[in-house]
Every structure is written in structure tokens, then in C-alpha cells.
């Protein structure tokens, strides 16, 4: 099924899947904003899969703009960097806007700050050279990523130096990156790439330089030609192959995306990295880069704030730990029909409804959602139609599972494969019956695991 | 005001039950259309009764449930116009509405309502009175109308063939102009009503191959073991009940399997007890208890064709 794209292993797709409305008109074509320094930022302490960062700084300190204010607490956690400078206040507490609730630092702004024109230069601006890269070796662009407190920008959050670490049992052979944006809705990927390709390349010319891999491949889906032109002609020379994807929900999913585009299949329960393939976004490559070539830790991040209810749609260059609220305001505001917010896109973003839930490393995008787009039909039984079985991307029995969930049947579910379910909203949305198929599997999983600890 | 709640935060509102429900009753018009043309008042009278006899008995059994009306659905009125038309036009009015109480109060009822029920609900209503009503249903059923309608004053060309050899004409079966239960009859109509539902994706398209390719198989295999036999494949396709039971009746998603490839053993399955039964029973056409049969298996054909998952072994 499928053509084959010549050149590259996979068949640019993947088996299943649904077509979301795309909506990427509302800030597709937005350019890059950048926002202005806020007068005080919340830093979430956990920002990353995996352990809490702890502070570094005592409060009263004054910090500097760059300045490593919490450490990594274990191989797994990335320290996190102030965005502003100013004073360090007293740690406290904060919510999520996924729920969770975290220990936080406040930093109240003092001092010079980074502003405008030179924080865009600073970030993504200026030269890239890649001619000279070999004076770079494995250790030390690894210590540069982990130093950083680069975590994967595409919304995992999973801390980019665990990836790259050399590992003789289990070598990579593929650079894969992540240029596909299947979420309806967000387009700070794809600003990125059009604005920035040249961090792009030249970061993912220095992973492929960590892993010694064979293939460095950019994945975009086809519906975002002139990104694909764009880095096109970035590429040039380099390597480095596009790879032309359907566009298709959830297109950017790790597991999916390495099967359309090098045809291999990651083990269940497995990592890309059983198949020799590492993934990383678009944003994560550009701040590799910068880690490498000019020292800088990720303090800001592209973020898409859209949809139908706020005002001005925009992409936004923002400090990570300034508010939802702040960049809803500096977008006008939400219209009077805005009826859910969400931080990422639509299909996996969590609603939130506190203005001061602070932006992570993690944070895509705010899509704002109006009536109209959640014009929901009433739910009714399942109709044992097969739907969910057919778009499923795991290729899993999503019904089954569910029933399993709300049974609490922890057998069936794991027998079921319940655990490979990565939530992707894919069977929810296509459920003829409306059903919450994914709420009811989340809690499967909280079963199943609760029934393993037993 | 605004909302929190999980995600996904779309949902494709093109895609409900209430609208599964409305193109199983689009796909049902060319058959319905024809069962009207054919068999004129009896098709009218048959369809009204067991229409409004369904909606009354869902109304009836969601109420002493204390279930939520479900009449908005549409899934009750489907089950109406299917049984109507797997029944012979000239069956007495209380046999419609029998098979329509038993439809909707023993099959899907007392299973729990919509989408709980394990066997589809018409073929119960049907194999009921079918059962308790043998002379009004029985191959002599078909053949008391009287000469108000042409078509009627024969035998089905199942029976015509079993008891008396006459081969009825492949181009009479093709476009309906034979006796026979009301939507059975014609082949063309099914096929219309049935690629739309097959495109809309509201049947799946396993199911009806299924049955398809395994009466294909059987009959082919038939006719080569008595060469010159005077029903072929094509009239087994074409005759009786088979595509209207193999587009309407086995693609009810409920009492069918979840996955493609349980389907597609589903609709063989029914393709291959209709054979037998054709063949080797008393009765003449076999489609309803194939079709039960197949439902009670459904389960188990779950369970044996769990798809491997991404990655798994
Ligand atoms: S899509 Fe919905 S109604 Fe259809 S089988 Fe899956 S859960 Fe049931
Ligand atoms: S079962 Fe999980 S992986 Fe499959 S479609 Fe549903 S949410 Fe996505």
C-alpha cells in the first residue's frame, strides 16, 4: 500500500489514523513574534519527564538572563534557566496547566533584559555555520544539550541529552526529526522552520554528528509545502534528506513517524532506540544548535496561541514561566464565544481554565476553542462499529479496552494491549457514539497499574 | 463560560449513531422503492406496521427500563423497515407487530438497549414468528395472495427451484420482479442501497465480501461437482435473500465483529451456512439463521482475531 518515496525506507505514512480539521490558517501565516519580557516569571521546578529539577539559587539572588537557577536532579531531569533577570523570590507552588501541582520559583524582573530584535538574533538569528562543526566531538555536544536543559519541545518533555548519550549495545543509525505538526491547529513548528531553518539543519548536522548516524532524515507533512521547500534548499549539501509525509493524525507521533519514514516498527513497549532511530523535534534541533555554537540555555520557546477564540492569532518567541494569561492578553484577549482553552493542540492538549498556569518547555501551543467547535452530540452505547479499531494507530481494539477500563477488568485490558495506547485522541474522535474513549482508558491504565503494584 | 474537560477536543460531528442510523434508511430507499413497486399496498401496510410497532415497543421498553428515549436514534425504525422487508407482504398484520415486540423487547431490550444486544434484533423478531406462525411464513405463505399482484400468485423462486425445478429467469432475479419476502426480491436495489452504505462506510465492506466471496466459492464449487446444474452462482447471488441479508442485515454493527479481519470471517461465515442451508435443509432460503448463527459466534470471532498491535509480536 503506499508509494515508496525513493531514498528512504518508509512508505511516508503509517497504517490508520484520522483527518482532523487542520485549521492552521488561523497562524499559519503569523510570523514569529517576540514577546516582551514579563515583570515576573514563574519557573515550574518540573518542566520534564522524568525527576523534578532542584534549585540552584537561594532567593534574594539577583540572576542574569541565562542564568541556571534549578539543577537536574538525576540523568533524567534538565535544569532549567531564568529567561529574565531579576531577582529570585521564594519557591512556592503552582498549577500545571495539565492539573499537576509543582513547586515553582518566581523571578521578579530587574535590570537590563533581552528584548526584541536582539533576543530574536539571539535565539535564531545570525549565522549557523556548519563547515566547521568537526571541532565538536560527542562529549561535548552532549554535555552542551544536557547543560541547557534541552527537553523535547514537541510537548513529551523528555530530557534531549538521555537520547544522545553514545550507547555501544544499541547504536543509532537515524537521525529522525520531528517537522510534522500533525496537531490541528498549531504552527510554531512550522514558523520555525520556515524562519529558522538554518538552526535546524546545523542542529541536526551536530546530532547526526553525536550518534555517527547514517541517515539524518527531516519528516514534514505534504500539507506544508513551503516548509518543505524551505529546508529544501537549507539542506542542500548537506546530507540531510526531507521526507515527504502524508498528512495524517498523529503524523508526529514518534512510533508513526518512524514507521512512514524509515518502515521500521519500535517493539512494544520498546524505544526508538531498539531500532537505531532517535527522534527529535524541530525546535529541540534549533536549540541544540544554539546550546552548541553560542552557549545559550533554553530560556524561551515558539509558541502558537489560536484558534477561533482569540482575537489575534499569533506565534509568539515567549520566556518560558510567563503566564497563560500574559500571552492570551498580548494575543487581545479570548472573543465572547471562547469556551475551552487548551495548552497544545487539540487532540492531546490539556484544557485549563487558571490564566495563571505558567508556560513549560513542554507548552506547543494555547488553542481556544469556541461553542462551535465542541458541539458535541450526546453520548450514546457503543455500537460495536469497529470505527475506533479502524483508525487506531497502535492498531489496538479501542472499544474493547474501554469496556475493559470501565469494568476495572485489569486482565482484559493488559490483554489488550492497553499499555501501547498512547492516547492520542484518534478513536475518540472518529466514535460514532461519542464516547470518551480516552478518559476511560487513562483510567484502564491507572488500574492496571495499580492491580501490577499489588 | 469556560470548560475543562479531557482530551481530544474535537470530535467528528459528521459521524454519529443518529447518523449511521439515517443512511442505513437512505441505503434502504432503492429497496424499499422497488418493494413498493412490486408488491404495492402489501409492501405500504407490512412496512407501516412494523415501523410503528417498533417505535412503539422501544418507547415502551426504554420507559419500563427508565431508560433514556432512544426513539431519536433511529435505530428502532431501522429494525422496523428491516424486518417489514424480510417479511413476505402478504404475512397478516399481527405478525408484524409480533416480530416487531419481540425485536425490540427480547432482542435488544433486555440485553440493555442499543448496541448491548448480541443477535441482531429484526432476524429475532423474524425467526419468532417464523417459528410460531410456520403457515403464514412457510414457502406456502408466499403463494395465498391472490391474483391482485402478478408477481405474487407464484411461488419464491427458491421454492419454485426446490419443489418444482423451475429456474426463474437471472434478469427477473436482478431487478426484483419475482415473489419473495418485500426488500429480497430485487438485486440491483440492494446493490445500490448497499455500495452507498459500503462508501458512507456505515457497513463495512468486509462484511457483505465476505458473504460474497464465500457463496461465490461454494456455489462454484457446486456447480463444477454437478456440471449443467440449472442454479448457478449467479442465481444464488441474484436469488432470495442473499445481497439484501448481506448488505443490510450481517453489516449491523452491533451483533458483528469489531475488526476487519473478524468481519471479513463474519460475512463468510454467513455466506457459507446459506449455502448449506440452500442446499441441504428443508427450508429454501437460510439467510436469517445464518445470520443468527454467525451472531452467536461473534464473540469468539473477537476474541480470536485480536489485531497485533504496532510492534507487536
Ligand atoms: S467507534 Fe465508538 S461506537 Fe464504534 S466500536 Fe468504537 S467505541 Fe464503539
Ligand atoms: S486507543 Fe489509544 S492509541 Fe489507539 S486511537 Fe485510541 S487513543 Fe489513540
Known sequence: ?454 | MIHVAPSPHLSNTAQTTRRMMIDVLIGLAPVVGVAVYVFKMYAVIQLATCVVSCLAAEALFTRMRGNKMTLCDFSAAVTGVILALSLPGTAPWYVGVIAAFVAIGIAKAIFGGIGMNLFNPAMVGRAFVMIAFASALGASGYMDAGSAVDAITQATPLTAFKQGGITTPLSALFWGTTNGSLGETSAIACLIGGLYLCLRRTASWEIPTGVIAATVVLGGIGNLVCPGAQWTVLHHLLGGALLFGAFFIATDPVSSPLTPKGKFIFGAGTGAIIMLLRVFSGYPEGVMFAVLLMNAVTPLINRWTIPRPLGGK
Open chain 1, 1 to 454: 500500500m503506499g508509494f515508496k518515496f525513493k531514498g528512504f525506507g518508509g512508505g511516508g505514512s503509517f497504517a490508520h489514523g484520522v483527518h482532523p480539521p487542520e485549521r492552521k490558517n488561523f497562524s499559519g501565516d503569523a510570523a514569529i513574534e517576540v514577546v516582551p519580557p514579563p515583570g515576573k516569571v514563574m519557573l515550574p521546578l518540573l518542566q520534564n519527564v522524568g525527576a523534578p529539577s532542584v534549585e540552584a539559587v537561594k532567593p534574594k539572588t539577583v540572576v542574569a538572563v541565562g542564568e541556571m537557577v534549578a539543577k537536574g536532579s538525576a540523568f533524567v531531569s534538565a535544569p532549567i534557566h531564568t529567561p529574565i533577570a531579576g531577582k529570585v523570590m521564594k519557591t512556592g507552588m503552582t498549577t500545571l496547566a495539565n492539573g499537576r501541582h509543582v513547586k515553582a520559583m518566581p523571578i521578579k524582573a530587574d535590570g537590563e533584559q533581552l528584548t526584541g530584535q536582539a533576543l530574536w538574533n539571539d535565539v535564531f538569528g545570525g549565522e549557523w555555520p556548519r563547515d566547521d562543526l568537526d571541532q565538536y566531538d560527542g562529549k561535548q555536544i552532549v554535555d552542551a544539550i544536557q547543560g541547557a536543559g534541552i527537553v523535547g519541545l514537541g510537548g513529551a518533555a523528555f530530557p534531549t541529552h538521555v537520547k544522545y548519550v553514545p550507547n555501544d549495545e544499541k547504536p543509532i543509525d537515524t537521525v529522525l526529526i520531528n517537522g510534522c505538526e500533525c496537531e490541528p491547529y498549531l504552527t510554531a513548528d512550522y514558523r520555525v522552520m520556515l524562519e529558522a531553518p538554518d538552526p535546524v539543519i546545523t542542529g541536526t548536522l551536530l546530532l547526526g554528528k553525536v550518534t555517527g548516524a547514517r541517515e539524518m532524515i527531516i519528516g514534514i507533512e505534504d500539507n506544508k509545502p513551503e516548509a518543505i521547500e524551505v529546508l529544501t534548499r537549507a539542506a542542500a549539501g548537506t546530507g540531510i534528506r526531507i521526507a515527504v509525509l502524508k498528512t495524517k493524525y498523529p503524523q508526529g507521533s514518534e512510533k508513526q513517524l518512524i514507521v512512514a519514514a524509515t518502515g521500521r516498527e519500535v517493539p512494544l513497549g520498546g524505544l526508538p532506540l531498539d531500532v537505531g532511530v532517535a527522534v527529535s523535534n524541530v525546535g529541540t534541533v534549533a536549540a541544540v544548535a544554539r546550546a552548541v555554537l553560542r552557549g545559550k540555555p533554553l530560556t524561551h520557546r515558539v509558541i502558537t496561541v489560536t484558534g477561533a477564540g482569540i482575537r489575534n492569532p499569533k506565534n509568539l518567541l515567549a520566556p518560558i514561566g510567563i503566564t497563560m494569561g500574559e500571552l492570551i492578553d498580548y494575543c487581545g484577549g479570548l472573543t465572547p464565544d471562547a469556551a475551552r482553552m487548551v495548552a497544545g493542540g487539540p487532540m492531546m492538549g490539556f484544557a485549563f481554565s487558571d490564566m495563571n498556569a505558567p508556560v513549560t518547555k513542554g507548552t506547543s501551543g494555547i488553542t481556544i476553542l469556541t461553542h462551535d467547535d465542541l458541539k458535541r452530540e450526546e453520548e450514546t452505547n457503543c455500537v460495536r462499529c469497529g470505527r475506533c479499531v479502524d483508525v487506531c494507530p497502535m492498531n489496538l481494539v479501542p472499544t474493547k479496552i474501554a469496556l475493559a477500563s470501565r469494568y476495572k477488568d485489569a486482565e482484559l485490558a493488559q490483554q489488550y494491549n492497553i499499555m501501547a495506547c498512547f492516547e492520542c485522541g484518534s478513536c475518540a474522535y472518529i466514535c460514532p457514539a461519542n464516547l470518551p474513549l480516552v478518559q476511560l482508558i487513562r483510567t484502564g491504565k491507572a488500574v492496571v497499574i495499580a492491580a501490577g503494584k499489588k
